[in-house]
């Protein structure tokens, strides 16, 4: 039994560290080119973010924010609220995807940096819920680890 908790820990070990490293790298790449990720945004014609200065503050704030949950997930602090705040984004991302798909915007998302291409909407989605059951994982495996540490220390 202890043989499979460790293959589990180094899974969730490389999940997280896997994760942090995905919003750092991709938030790095939308900052080199924060303009046309700024115009990915103003392309989802969401009120306020569809006109200045509002589209340049959601796409400083987006980069700003995955690096720090990025970090966080990487180093493990303040872990339960990273893992809760990088859910709430990624359900977000997957609200604002399917409203564009919806509305049959032909847009570029942003997510991957600046591109002449469509978004694939299903692709998207599809990933960004990967991501979120990712999360899942994490959340559930760090409280089974909050029980048992509980668990110890009762008896």
């Known amino acids: 039994m202890e043989e499979k908790l460790d293959k589990f820990q180094w899974l969730c070990l490389a999940l997280r560290v896997s994760l942090g490293v995905y919003l750092i790298y991709f938030a790095g790449v939308k900052l080199l080119d924060i303009k046309a990720f700024s115009q990915s945004i103003m392309n989802y014609r969401l009120a306020p973010f569809d006109a200045p200065p509002w589209d340049a503050l959601a796409a400083y704030f987006t980069v700003s924010l995955e690096i720090l949950l990025g970090v966080c997930l990487i180093f493990r602090r303040f872990y339960a609220g990273a893992l809760l705040v990088t859910a709430v984004m990624f359900a977000g991302f997957i609200g604002m995807i399917a409203s564009a798909w919806a509305r049959g915007l032909n847009i570029n998302c942003g997510c991957f940096g600046a591109s002449d291409e469509p978004t694939n909407y299903p692709l998207h989605i599809g990933l960004n819920v990967l ?7 994490l959340a559930l495996y760090n409280l089974k680890g909050k029980s048992l540490a509980a668990d110890e220390i009762a008896a």
């Open 131 to 137: 991501v979120l059951l990712i999360l899942l994982v």
